[in-house]
């Protein structure tokens, strides 16, 4: 695998992403990937429950949902300064990250 990296910003040096690379492997089994099966769970089943589908589709439900054994492996990322999202906005960052 080619070495994983983080840009800030547009011409800043990039930082390794080894770190979380292994951070994610280490809690994959036992945090994370508990969390991201139970949180897309939850959002898919509330978007399905709200969407206006017609009678026909109305049936439509998630039966499983697997996530995977192992962690993602992330290639790269870059992050910047925004604000949040309305109606509260206030300091944040936006990130974009590509995975393997």
């Known amino acids: 695998r080619a070495m994983a990296s983080l840009q800030l910003r547009?011409?800043?040096p990039s930082e390794s992403l080894g770190w979380l690379n292994v951070?994610?492997?280490a809690g994959w089994a036992t945090t994370w990937g508990p969390y991201l099966h139970?949180?897309?769970t939850?959002?898919?089943e509330r978007s399905l429950a709200t969407l206006?589908?017609?009678r026909t589709l109305s049936s439509i439900a998630l039966t499983s949902l697997q996530v995977?054994?192992?962690p993602p492996f992330l290639l790269?990322?870059?992050a910047a300064a925004c604000l949040g999202p309305p109606p509260h906005e206030r300091p944040g960052a936006a990130a974009v990250v590509e995975l393997e």
């Open 42 to 44: 939850a959002s898919i």
């Open 76 to 78: 790269s990322g870059s």
């Open 38 to 40: 139970e949180t897309l």
């Open 52 to 54: 206006p589908l017609p």
């Open 10 to 12: 547009p011409g800043a």
């Open 23 to 25: 951070l994610l492997a």
């Open 68 to 70: 995977g054994s192992g």
